[in-house]
């Protein structure tokens, strides 16, 4: 049977409340194609080009590099061509193939005062003799070097103008959410001031450095286009144009800015300083996995395990190795890097309130920070240990064959002369010591945050966890003198 249709006399015979029904179904049809029109006819952003336009520059660095004799790079070394290469390179360089030459490079860059700061990478200008800008009206101006940071690949640049420049201002990036439209300009591929569009893909992107705080964003970015901003929809500055992720050096739509929040508080120290000044709390740190968490007795796997504590602000305000650090300054730790970031945007000189959980209770330390700059590259204290046990005895337990210490082997693994633990000398490839990344040659200073000095000592630690209720025991580890806690299995 077909379906009875309902011609528009019947209309009238609708009841009141079926025509109200269908005049808001109509209404509410109309209001959602309303937004859409609008979406599929976006405002242009020639206005918003146009503005900022400007402040962005176009940087051409250049550097004087030795001279090279012979074809070499252009034909393999003993090639039937080599000798046509040579000729080939000895006549154009009319017998000075060992002459210096000139390299040069482009980049991008943004100003961001009226005096003639420029920021950009300073993967752009490094090593560079000479540094040429060139501004949107065509001019041109030398650049002189304020200040560089290579931890977040920000340089800043300064310029001498006639009059003051067009700039812009930066934006707090925190505030950019996934989908908000950014705009990218720069110098891509050499070809000039370039302007592309897209969203913001990704927040809080890290790539390898300790202090990335990257937004991704699919708006076009190339070769040339290191050092540029990335623009929100007020023209102000959420990121550094830095990087791009590509099989083939080209834009795939993954790339890189480095938010505004970081590089504003490093353009204001280069600016003040002309270097950075970073927190230095003085640890070594790793995260808190959810076997570690179990091992101490932990109720979250979150926090910054404490893994050593060299001389320094740390060890002063009386932080021990095997704290797990929960809160700095008052804001909760949930991981290494976000520590790392806390400490370093932390003033040098502060006293900050440090919060620790120890052996299950929580202690609050006041230390007062160091300068990370200055610290770099510090050895790490070691305290001297007990005296050596006497009983060298070889051990299988949890996967690893142990032996104590003695000179031979403190030599022989390049350890402290007074290092005291258990040296590890084969590790069972089909066990979890194995697949956490245990070797021979590490050493064992640690089990149950505190010290073994023996055999008998690690398995008096094992007993006591498997007494305690606990499924695994916390090792603390030393691999060339870095230490890093795992937790091992207890056996059923």
Known sequence: ????????????????????????????????????????????????????????????????????????????????????????????????????????????????????????????????????????????????????????????????????????????????????????????????????????????????????????????INRGNSGGPLFNMDGEVIGVNTAILSPNGGSIGIGFSMASNVVTRVVDQLKEFGETRRGWLGVRIQDVTEDVAEAMGLETASGALVTDVPEGPASEAGMEAGDVIISFAGTTVEDTRGLVRQVGNSPVGETVRVTVMREGKSMTLRVTLGRREEAEGAVPAVAAGPEESDDPVTKDLLGLTLTTLTDELREELGAEANMQGLAVTAVDETSEAFEKGLRAGDIITEAGQQKVTSIAELEERVAAAEEAGRKSLLLLVRRAGDPRFVALSLAE
């Open 1 to 220: 049977m077909q379906p009875k249709a309902v011609s528009m006399s019947n209309i009238s015979l609708i009841p009141v409340q079926m025509r109200l029904l269908l005049l808001a179904v109509l209404t509410l049809a109309f209001m959602l194609v309303q937004p859409l029109s609008a979406l599929a006819q976006q405002q242009s952003l020639a206005p918003l080009a146009e503005k900022i336009s400007p402040s962005v520059v176009n940087i051409t660095t250049s550097t004087v590099v030795a001279g090279r004799t012979g074809p070499q790079g252009i034909v393999p070394e003993g090639s039937p061509f080599e000798d046509f290469f040579r000729e080939f390179q000895d006549r154009n360089n009319e017998g000075d193939g060992n002459r210096p030459r000139r390299s040069s490079a482009l980049g991008s860059g943004f100003v961001i005062s009226e005096d003639g700061y420029v920021v950009t990478n300073n993967h752009v200008i490094e090593g560079a003799d000479e540094i040429l800008i060139e501004f949107f009206n065509g001019s041109e101006l030398k650049a002189e070097v304020v200040g560089t940071d290579p931890n977040t690949d920000i340089a800043l640049l300064k310029v001498e103008a006639d009059g003051p420049l067009p700039f812009v201002s930066f934006a707090d990036s925190d505030l950019s959410r996934v989908g908000d439209w950014v705009v990218a300009m720069g110098n891509p591929l050499g070809q000039g001031f370039s302007v592309s569009a897209g969203i913001v893909s990704a927040r809080n992107r890290a790539l390898s450095g300790t202090y990335d705080d990257y937004i991704q964003t699919d708006a076009a």
